[in-house]
């Protein structure tokens, strides 16, 4: 067997041992990292006879790192400022946003409070705060299961039409194939219709008024911080994440230099609140702390996948399929739309990391220039399409554990739903591409 050929199955066992996480109990950041391991290993091995012109493993990995690094680092602050604001009781307005009477104006309530949140935060951050929401506002749990899914799917739309909404438009984004103003002004009608008709669809499922009134703001655990340094907190956490992709545009530095601008002024911020509290005190949520709540093994999972599909790309590998699906399919809307189905039944994280090594971004515009149709596109059905099943999206998995969603019920009940708001998300970017813009 070829090296080519040892590293390309080495990395399909890897993916098959991801995609299947639920049946072989094995955490998939252990399986990336050993992947992106075992893969690079194998290059460095083999690849004096691959005929690489001007090949260095280390100006490689040095390369790809370089790559990944920017990704990482977004998130790593990202998710330090959300919990921040979370921690501080930021988000408790939220609940009292929502208070409805009627079942329907409720599940249309946290249809776009989550389509909006999922924008500005993240489609996991936002799930998880949105169903420990639901859990003060709905007690019968048959009902709850449907908001669930409106969660899901509104969470994966509304993180696809925003730069920092989603990992994959992350990588774009921070790839340059995507604009902070393009992505927003050409997918967010789009997306919208991709979680508008699922909800219209779901509402049928509920009837009648609902019998629990929003509880009251709860102080506790965060009794020690006033009401106007908790919203100060949120000001600055929740304003200055919509705020880097303006900083980023003015500035050209990468996006992940505005994030920690944003978490160092936070973080400032919160020492001086609780500088007059002892470094050790349980009750003050000092950033310190608040670190090792992180989640690093979606770090690593990132890391190890990255760098794995970039072994892919050295070789090859990616640019021939590219270029046999350019010979083959050669209609971009089929080729993305693949693309988007296919991240509901694996992780959509290494899917567009291959597209993006796959493709190269075209100087003279065109399908595969900045903002156009091909990465425009990948951004919208690589995020929307993870709803078609529950274990497609990081906010599918969380859920899915949070309120015990099994997969049979949501492949019968909720996965043809959301494929209807799919294909009417990418027929409404086809009208506008075609009569609008």
Partial sequence: MSTVTIIVTAFCIGYLFIA???????????????????????????????????????????????EAGTTLFFLMGAMTIVEIVDQHGGFNWVRSALASRTKRSLLWKIAFMTAILSAVLDNLTTSIVMIMILRKLVEDKQDRMWYAVCVIIAANAGGAFSPIGDVTTIMLWNGKMITALGV???????????????????????????????????????????????????ILGVGGLCCVPVFHTITELPAFMGILGVLGILWGVTEVIYRKRDEHDPMAKRVTQLLTRIDMATILFFLGI????????EIGVLTALGEWLDETIGNHYLVTGAIGVLSSIVDNVPLVAGAM???????????????????????????????MLIIGSAAGVVV????????????????WIAFVGYLAGILCYWVEKTYIF
């Fill in 20 to 66: 299947f996480e639920a049946v072989t109990k094995i955490n998939k950041a252990a399986i990336a990292v050993l992947m992106c391991v075992v893969c690079w290993t194998l290059l460095a091995l083999g690849h004096d006879g691959l005929n690489l012109p001007h090949f260095e493993l280390g100006e490689a990995i040095e390369r790809n790192l370089g």
């Fill in 184 to 234: 927003i002004s050409e997918i967010i009608v789009p997306s919208f219709i991709a979680f508008i008709v699922p909800t219209a669809v779901m509402q049928l499922h509920l009837k009648g008024d609902l019998p629990v009134a929003v509880p009251d703001e709860r102080e506790q655990g965060i009794s020690m911080v006033t009401k106007k340094q908790r919203m100060l907190i949120f």
């Fill in 306 to 313: 990255l760098m794995a599909v970039a072994t892919l790309s």
């Fill in 357 to 387: 090594k796959m493709y190269i971004i075209d100087p003279a515009g065109g399908a595969f220039g900045v903002d156009g149709v091909f990465w425009q596109l990948l951004a919208y059905c690589a995020g929307v399409g993870g709803s």
């Fill in 400 to 415: 899915m554990g949070l309120e015990r969603i099994s997969f049979g019920w949501y492949m019968k009940n909720v996965t």
